[in-house]
């Protein structure tokens, strides 16, 4: 990506300084992504870790369960905290964002600075714990009264986590104030992309739903090192009211990846099906907005097991089943998309299909999950595992793929497809479903999550087979996405150098970032005239006239 | 398409549910782990067909629609705006229908669950990391959770140290243990035979190995068993 030009006859600062000192949005955009796919490969690699000693019975790999803990530590909080959420709102919301609503920057470029640099320490922060005899092992979720009596280092988890969610507050205000005014003249509400729209409706969840999480981890912190009582039931305590926090955060957090993810698809579909977005104002209003507004009141079906009084469990049943109009609605879009589109499929189109399939397979196998009855045996086990994985982080690891293969030109000026992208994309597809599918089957069973070993289930069979057999097909799901990965990541290197050299709009898109910019975008994004639209340029008309 | 789905899985769902009344075995009351299983298949069938409709819609419009030229523009009409809001209303509605109805079908299981019948026999359970810990009406506390047969049971359970879970993955259901909080499972256990508690909520080191085992077992032989556990 150091292809990046410079226009206007700016002299570029020399090496380094240039990314360091950045205030471009692309340039923070690019950082996002970097440190995004490298937290990405270190959470993977403990995923292979903890795939491999569930395999079999008994410790094989790892050197103590307190090792193992902390690797499950490390891949949830860093596979949330610190891929998928900078990825969709760091990486894609900085690029593509102000490019598609025709704004030469984001409002606070130097706020937008400051973000990514607390990012980083964040994730330094976050790495130190392998350097340090006493990592956290207290999952991502943190639960007291364990984060508080163990000798894990709990502070760890809880300074990354203020770190993060002080860089994502200071980038919802920067979006927010820069879509509402930067848009370019003549663009009203109902032209911004659907990507536009999913990311100012996951910045109001954060801005509203992160102060809540920054003040349960920080009476978490209290708790342990000062001697405060907030969670501890001897001295008036409660251990759930810490449960309660988390979840009224970390429920939306799952919009905050869902929805981005939504918008890149639907920006891809729209580009690749020469197609208008089906019914664009009920996915925006409905379908965006629905989930905004009903995302709140639905966290207690992550406490459905915790003793929480039977009306607000089976309440929250049926705000969490009402989800499914607003996901419904977006589902219907996405196909309705496709109806008597002109299709071309390329990697990125591959990518945006196969979370077509995701999106049908994580959300459906939600539907027990929402249903307390069921969710008495159900939660814990690796069917829980095995849905969110589904719809929370491969819809949205794919769908963010599928945009880094789609904005590939834009960036570098050349194509990431080819046969490797090909290969790469059928090696994770399938490892996906090879690693996951044996996990929903035992999961029903009971399989439990978290457990490097499960002695106990070992007298169990389905279909004739041991939890043992299915694990092992599971581990071996692992590794074929783990060369589709390594593929993949060589192929975005040598695309970035040497790939086929792409015109400006391959796709030909009607989107701002695709139809008014050079690939990649200068300082200032588009050259010396001010992008101004009319009121019937769309990016999604395509059969217009 | 939506709405006969929807009826078709409510027709089964009905057939399923009504089933309920009779399958009670032993003791003629709710068993909560058969009204799982009975729910559980109705839920499947209702995101299976919904799954298999989808895809293979998708997969039509997939290789239909595909360009013939890079050139090609697709031809769908914008809709109007009756169109759209019918387009958003009715889907939502049939969404809804069955979310309803899967509400209410969930709801019925769940009083199976919560319902603790009045001569159901009370058996204190403690979470220590890593074990857990049976006391029954006669103070007796034993390792090992023995349950007479036929003989409804509800365990009051908190814990003495972090939070762990009741998993009793046998009988369909589980529930968290916690320190300042007493939760509580009712068993019905109209089966003789030997499964396990493991622990579902993550307490440290050895909650991979956090288990005790549960019998069901005869009257007399519940009689016996207890005495020598209280003796002992």
Redesign the interface.
């Known amino acids: 990506m150091s292809t990046h030009t410079t226009a206007a006859g700016h002299a570029p600062a020399s090496g380094w300084k240039e990314w360091v000192l950045t205030t471009d949005h692309k340039r923070i955009g690019v950082l996002y992504l970097i440190g995004s796919m490298a937290a990405f490969g270190v959470a993977g690699l403990m995923a292979l870790i903890i795939r491999l000693e569930q395999m079999e019975l008994g410790m094989q790999y790892v050197a103590s369960a307190t090792q193992y803990n902390s690797f499950l530590y490390f891949h949830g909080a860093a596979m949330v905290l610190a891929f998928l959420i900078p990825g969709l709102t760091g990486f894609a919301a900085n690029y593509f964002l102000p490019l598609m609503i025709g704004a030469r920057d984001v409002a606070f470029p130097r706020i937008n600075a400051f973000s990514i640099w607390l990012f980083y320490f964040a994730i330094v922060l976050a790495l130190l714990s392998f350097v340090i005899p006493d990592a956290p092992d207290i999952m991502w979720t943190g639960y007291p009264p364990y984060s508080v009596t163990t000798t894990g280092n709990t502070a760890f988890y809880v300074f990354t986590v203020h770190l993060l969610g002080f860089s994502s507050i200071l980038g919802a205000v920067n979006f927010l104030v820069t879509v509402i005014y930067m848009r370019a003249p003549g663009m009203g509400w109902n032209q911004l992309n659907i990507f536009v729209w999913t990311t100012i409706a996951a910045f109001v969840l954060q801005l509203i739903f992160i102060p809540v999480l920054a003040a349960a981890v920080t009476l978490l912190l209290f708790d342990k090192y000062m001697g405060t009582h907030f969670y501890d039931p001897s001295a008036g305590g409660d251990v759930l009211l810490y449960q309660n926090l988390f979840w009224f955060y970390s429920h939306p957090a799952v919009y905050v990846i869902f929805l981005p993810a939504v918008g890149i698809l639907m920006d891809i579909m729209a580009t690749m099906c020469k197609n208008r977005i089906f019914n664009y104002k009920a996915a925006v209003y409905a379908g965006i907005w629905g989930i905004v507004a009903i995302g709140g009141i639905v966290w207690i079906h992550h406490l459905y097991i915790t003793g929480m009084p039977d009306w607000i469990r089976l309440g929250h049943m049926v705000t969490t089943l009402l989800i499914s109009v607003p996901v419904g609605i977006l589902v219907l879009s996405f196909w309705g998309t496709l109806y008597k589109g002109a299709i071309t499929y390329n990697t990125a189109m591959m990518y945006a299909v196969s979370c077509l399939y995701l999106i049908l397979l994580g959300g459906l196998t939600g539907i027990p999950l929402a249903i307390p009855s069921m969710t008495v045996h159900l939660s814990e086990t690796s069917y829980v595992h095995a849905h969110f994985h589904f719809i929370m982080a491969l819809f949205s690891a794919f769908a963010l793929f599928a945009g880094i293969y789609y904005w590939f030109p834009k960036m570098t000026g050349r194509y990431a497809d080819g046969p490797i992208a090909t290969l790469s994309f059928w090696l994770n597809f399938i490892g996906v479903n090879v690693t996951f599918w044996p996990l929903f089957i035992i999961g029903k069973e009971g399989m439990p999550r978290r457990y490097w070993n499960y002695e106990m289930f070992s007298d169990m069979t389905v279909f004739g087979y041991t939890f043992q057999q299915f694990n092992t097909i599971a581990t071996y799901g692992s590794w074929i996405i783990a060369v589709g990965m390594l593929l993949q990541f060589m192929n975005f290197i040598k695309a970035a150098i040497s790939g086929p050299v792409a015109p400006l709009n391959p796709w030909g898109s009607k989107s701002l970032e695709w139809t008014h910019t050079a690939s990649p975008p200068g300082p200032g994004n588009f050259g010396d005239t001010d992008v101004v639209v009319d009121e019937n340029w769309s990016p999604y008309e395509y059969n217009r006239g | 398409m939506r709405k006969l789905l929807s009826a078709m899985s409510g027709l089964v769902g009905t057939v399923l549910l009504s089933s309920q009344a009779f399958a009670a075995e032993g003791n003629g009351l709710a068993v909560p782990n058969q ?2 299983e009975r ?2 298949h109705e ?2 069938m ?2 299976t067909v ?2 298999v409709i ?2 293979i ?2 997969v039509i ?2 290789i239909k ?4 030229s ?7 009409k ?2 109007t705006t009756v169109q ?2 019918a ?2 209303l009715i ?2 509605s049939v ?2 229908a ?3 109805f ?2 209410a079908n ?2 019925t ?2 009083n ?3 319902r603790v019948p009045e001569n159901a026999m009370e058996i204190k359970v403690t979470g220590y990391q890593w074990y857990f810990e049976f006391t029954y009406e006669d103070g007796t506390t034993t390792s090992e959770l023995v349950l007479p047969h036929n003989q409804p049971v509800v365990l009051r359970m908190t814990s003495e ?3 762990h ?1 009741f ?1 009793l ?1 046998g009988f ?5 243990v ?7 499972i009712y068993l019905n256990p109209v089966e003789i035979r030997e499964t ?1 508690v ?1 622990c ?10 956090m ?1 005790n085992a549960v019998r069901v077992v005869p009257q007399a032989e519940f009689d016996a068993w207890l005495a020598e556990a209280a003796n002992g």
């Not at chain 2, 369909?172 to 968290?176: G, I």
């Not at chain 2, 579902?200 to 190995?209: L, M, P, R, T, Y």
């Open positions: 009204s799982w729910l559980w839920v499947i209702d995101i919904i799954g989808m895809a819609l998708a419009m997939l629609y595909k360009a013939s890079p050139d090609q523009l697709g031809t769908a914008k809709l759209s809001i387009w958003a889907p939502a969404f809804m069955d979310d309803f899967l509400a969930g709801w299981v769940w199976d669950y919560r140290d972090v939070i879970s998993g993955p369909r259901v589980k529930e968290d916690m320190p300042g909080r007493i939760t509580y396990f493991q579902a909520e993550f307490c440290g080191n050895d909650h991979s190995v288990t």
